[in-house]
């Protein structure tokens, strides 16, 4: 049984730095995409960024681009989201979702570069942090 435990969320103040990360239990193999996407109390479920199982694809959301960096360990199976410069509006419940792309049938080589943008391409999902960020 697949599990992913986030640890790293908190409050912290406008212009401060968090860093999230995300283990993959369970699975012994890292040849897995990761994304990471955040709620907000009434809207919908938004990407921020993801990283492919060759951890040289890694994409961002706009408003991201320049203030978070995603990376991974596969010798410890995390993947994490280092995130500068957080605002107010960064204020939201953050997950992590894994996806194995072999799955669908691909190349080995288009697998190594997926990282998906939207919530349904993910199967598995960790419980959420909270990121509160004040102004």
């Known amino acids: 049984q697949v599990q992913l435990v986030e640890s790293g969320g908190g409050l912290v103040q406008a212009g401060e730095s968090l860093r999230l990360s995300c283990a993959v239990v369970?699975?012994?193999?890292?040849?897995?995409?990761m994304g990471w996407f955040r709620q907000a109390p009434g809207k919908e479920r938004e990407f921020v960024a993801g990283?492919?199982?060759?951890?040289?694809?890694?994409k961002y959301a706009d408003d991201m681009k320049g203030r978070c960096t995603i990376s991974r360990d596969n010798a410890k199976n995390t993947v994490s989201l280092q995130m500068n410069s957080l605002k107010p509006e960064d204020t939201a419940d953050y997950y992590c979702?894994?996806?194995?792309?072999?799955?669908?049938?691909?190349?080995?080589?288009?697998?190594?570069?997926?990282?998906?943008?939207?919530?349904?391409?993910?199967?598995?999902w960790g419980q959420g942090l909270q990121v509160t960020v004040s102004s």
């Open positions: 369970g699975h012994s193999n890292s040849d897995y995409a």
């Open positions: 990283i492919g199982w060759s951890a040289d694809t890694q």
């Open positions: 979702a894994a996806v194995w792309p072999q799955r669908w049938g691909i190349t080995t080589v288009q697998a190594m570069c997926v990282t998906p943008r939207t919530p349904y391409q993910y199967d598995y």
